[in-house]
Structure formats: C-alpha cells, structure tokens
C-alpha cells in the first residue's frame, strides 16, 4: 500500500498565490478546498495531488477579511470557493465565476458559520418563519 | 439487439406485479422493525443512538413508541439493546396516507404477573 | 445576425436522475455557454454530524447517496479508523472490497441504463436493468438491504458471507460475464449509439488535467489515474489495471465504463480466491482525535472523506469532496459549443450524482 504522507504546510495569506503557481508549474491537480472550524475562528485547507500523493496547505481566515482567489491559476477551484463563500461566509476576492451567494440558496445565510442553529420544526400549513 | 427483443416477447415479463403479488424477499431483508416489549427494560439506549429520532422511551410510564415513517431501518437500535428484544422483520409494511406512531406498553415494575402490553396506533 | 436566449435545462428534466439546473446560453441551437445552479437538495448533512456520536453517524454518512452508498460508509469508517489506530481484520477489508465492487457494477449498469434512455433507447435501457437485478440479488442476501447496505461499522463490518454463500456468488459470475459482453457488444456496435456519441462533448487531455476531472471523466481522456491504485483496503492484494481510452469524447466514457464492468467481476473472482478466515469486528473503545483524508474509488471518480476530531464523541468536522462536485467545471466546458439535442448525453456522461454532491 502507497503509504499516505499528507504533509499539511502553514502558511500566510501572502504566499497563497505564489505557493499554487509552484503547484501548477510542477504539474499537480487541484483536488478541494476545505474550511473548518478552528477556535474562534476558521482555516482554509488545499488539496492537491500528484501521482496519487496527497499534499495539503493551510491558511487561517475568518469572516471580515478577503482571501485571494486561485480561481486565475486553476478555474475550477470556483465551485469550492462559491460553496465556501456561500455556506461559511467567507469573502473571496476576485473569483472568476461569482455567485455572489446564490451558489447555494438556505433559508438561514451562511448555516455552517454560526456555532448553532435551532430548528423549529412546523408543519406544512402553517405560515411562519423558522428561527 | 434484434435477439434480445425476441427472447424477450417469448419468456414474458421479468417484474413482479407488486404489491398484488409478495415482494421478494431473503433471511437477512430489512422490513419494519418490532419490540419484544415483555424483554424491554426500558433502558433508552435505543432512543439515544437512533440517528434518525424515531423512537421515544418513557420509563416511568413503561412506554416505548415508534414513529415508523422516520424510521430507516438500519438495525442500529438492534444492535445496542442489551436485552435483545428489538428485532427486524423481513416484510415491508404497506402504503400509506397518514402518519403511524406505534406505541406499546410494557409491564409494570412491581407487579410481573401482570401482563399489559397492547398496541395502540394514534 | 444571430439572438441570444437563454433556456432553463432542469431541475425537472425527464433524463436528470437527479435535480441539477443549468441555464444554458443559445445562439441559433448552438450553445455558447452554460452556467449550472445547485442547492436543490441540500441537507446540510456535515452540520449533522456535531450532534451524532461518530459510531452511529456510519449510517448517516451511508445515506448521502442511494447508488454509491457503500462506499460512502466504508470510506467514513477508513478515515475514522485511521485516526483512531485501529487495524481492522483482513477478512473484513476483503468482504469490503467484494461489496464495494458489487456496488460499482451496479452503479454502472444504472449509469448504463440512463445513457440509453436519454438517447431515446428505451429498450436497451430496460435490459441493463434487467441484469442489474442479479446483482442487487446477491447485495440483498449478504446484507439485507438492495441499495442501502448498513453493513459498515467503525472497525470492520457486522455481517459474515460464509463459504457457501461465497460459492455461490462465484458460480453466478460465468453468466454475469455472458450479459455484460452482450451488453458491451450493443453499445460498441450499435448504430444509434454511435452516431449519438462520437465527437460530441471533446473534453481534450490537457484540459481534463487543468479542471479537475476524476473517474471515467478522466481516463476517458487519456490519464490512467485510479485511487485504487493506491491500494486502500484489500486492494494490494488484489492487482489490476485502470481502464484508459483516448478518443476523449462521450463514446470513450461510455465505454471505460462499460469495460470497468468486467475488471471488477474479475476483482470478486479474485477477492473470493483469497479471501482469510478470521474476524470481522474489533471492538473501537474511546474517542477519536486527530485528522485525516480518506480516499476511496467511487463509481463515478476519487471520493475524500475528510474528519477531523478533537477528542469528543462527535467529531468536528466531516467534509465530503464528491467526484460529481469535481466534475462540474469539465461539464461547463463540454457544453460550451456544442448543440441543444446533445445536452441530455453530454450531462449524463459526466454521471452526475447530485445527492451526493449536495449532501
């Protein structure tokens, strides 16, 4: 078995975008873009893949500050950048295709951002606003 | 293809006229799930590992009720019961318009002779 | 002088197996570009699994999706595995590694059935799923459910396959093999289906690379790249090799999936050859801690199963990059150009699974 070494790299916003030029030069391929929790606040963790070894960067963001967007390097990385945007409410600066929130549209704005939602279960005739 | 066709037009259809005729089924199929309630100890270990919030327990009322359109009948109460009393049977339940809450009553602590499980659909 | 207007593709549309909307951009018939709309099933599932001990969430996670289910709980269990140190027993990465090739049969034969009906070709698509009911026989009577499992437990899986059992799953494959070279032979040769598939939706080698595209996406496009070529699970054992077209069109998915159909029938042969004896479960005490990324084949491409775990019953984060997500970009670009007949093929080429996708 391909023994996995996921080397997770931390790094600052600042070398974001040179770090993912080196990636695409030595030919590997964006795999996703993950957000969690992490304290108070959040990380951003990439993925990208080479010959079937994963390696990983790391980068801390929160909800006020915008993260650069690699969507000029690689395009796809769209998709996770609007998802991410959408469910956390992290702002990406500069995304090739921009839903502007409408990537994925839930009644309560950015669901997995805030620590807890309640759930107030109704039934179908009744009209009201869920908390 | 034209082969095929012709096989076909000869053996007669390959489906089960459901549910007129009985749904296959085998030993191990996952149909509705059942409460030994005489066994039931009333422990909520069932309740409290449900993924899917089906079940209630009252164990001052001696209560064990089952919402079966939540249910999803993945044998994970069966396989934390201590007692061994929640079994899966093999038939899946019929169709229909409105929402069943089986709730059954077990016997009381103090007095064992006395039987008083039934079932009640509200 | 040509107008452009824009046409609603979905989320109700006869050949979507699942809703997706694309907005598509036409000029004349041809399609300039597409831009895709998700979130018509959202279920918020990763925000579940902060309520759920880590245990009973293996059923949960097997119910993201209701054709790749399998693998969706024995890749959560990896990861959670992982972290937590446990060594499962080889007898039980093996019969993994059975009924996740079984779930991959079926999958493709499904996939196979749609293709045919969004061509038109009703017939065909019966008859696929006519054999593919012989291999949800055999998923029924070893686990008890048809397309969800509920087999996979963290630290191995709960029910056995006895030899004889065994025996008979491998006495049935002869004639599975008859079916699907017929099947293969139909989709090879038939007019219908090749007039409706070569040359249309060019996804070209580089391009396929730079976007991101997993599973038969890609190596319909030249790239021989198969997780399970990392050797997870059983699969170190079990040798193979990943089925690569070049021709980077529709046609050549459809094929590597149809070829994929034999290599895992040759897969079973061989798991059921060597499978141990031994256990099945070991039992997991505490709780997890830690992180890491679990990789698995699905059906339709590379699944990651990310966890993340701090010590507590529920684990913090649960992040799941479906191939189907990882496809979307190289959709976007093989409906730019293309004509308004061929959307339905070139949409379901990519297989799209939107539950998962959406969780």
Redesign the interface.
Known sequence: MIEQEQTIEMISVEDLINKVHSFHDEGFRLVHICCSREGDGFELTYSFDKDLVMSHLRIPADQNTPVPSISRIYLASFVYENEIADLYGIPFAGIAVDYKGTFIRTSVPHPFGTPQIEVVKRRPDETGGKA | ?AI??LK?LVKGP?TIRYPSQPA?V?????GHLVNRIEDCTFCSLCQM???ADAIKVSRPDRTWTLNQFQC?I???CV?YCPKDCLL?EQTYLPPTTEEITVTLKGPDEEKPEEQGSGGTRG | MSRQIIVPFGPQHPVLPEPIHLDLVLEDERVVEAIPSIGYIHRGLEKLVEK??FR??V??SE?ICGICSFIHGATYCQGVEKIMGVEIPRRAEFLRAIWSEHSRMHSHLLWLGCFADSMGYE??FM?CW?VR?KIL?VM??????RI?Q?VNRVGGV??DIDAEELKRIASGIPELRADFT?LTR?FDE?LTVQTRTKGIGMLPRDKAWDLGAVGPVLRGSGHAVDTRCTGYGAYDELDFKPVVRNESDCYARCMVRAEELFTSLDLVEKAIDRIPAGDILTKVRGNPTGEFHARAEQPRGEVIHYVKANGKKNLVRHRVRTPTLANVPPLVHMLAGCELADVPVIVLTIDPCIGCMER
Request: with cysteine.
């Open positions: 293809m095929t066709v076909n390959d296959k085998t030993e191990a199929t996952r590992h449900c993924p999803v993945c044998g994970c396989s899966i | 759920r001990d009973d969430y059923f949960i119910r017939n065909l008859n006519k009911e026989d029924e009577r070893t686990t008890g459910g969800i509920g709960s029910k017929e139909i038939d």
